[in-house]
């Protein structure tokens, strides 16, 4: 629970909602590799559906080294 607080504050308050008593975060796609970097953060997500292309195309940002 602390590091949702300790993440939340850093990101400056993304929402978040409850779900089977643990807090979780909405609409914040994460780009982390398997060693659990994180290389990008998408936020705020102002379309849902947009956001999918912006994510595709960090993805192979992210693969193709740039």
Known sequence: ?????????????????RAGSVERF???????????????VLYPVPDPGGSVQDGLALIDAVGSGS
Do not use: W
């Open 1 to 17: 629970m602390a590091a949702l607080s300790t993440c939340t504050s850093a990101l400056r308050s993304p929402p978040t909602f």
């Open 26 to 40: 909405k609409r914040l796609p994460l780009l982390i590799d398997a060693t659990r970097t994180v290389h990008s």
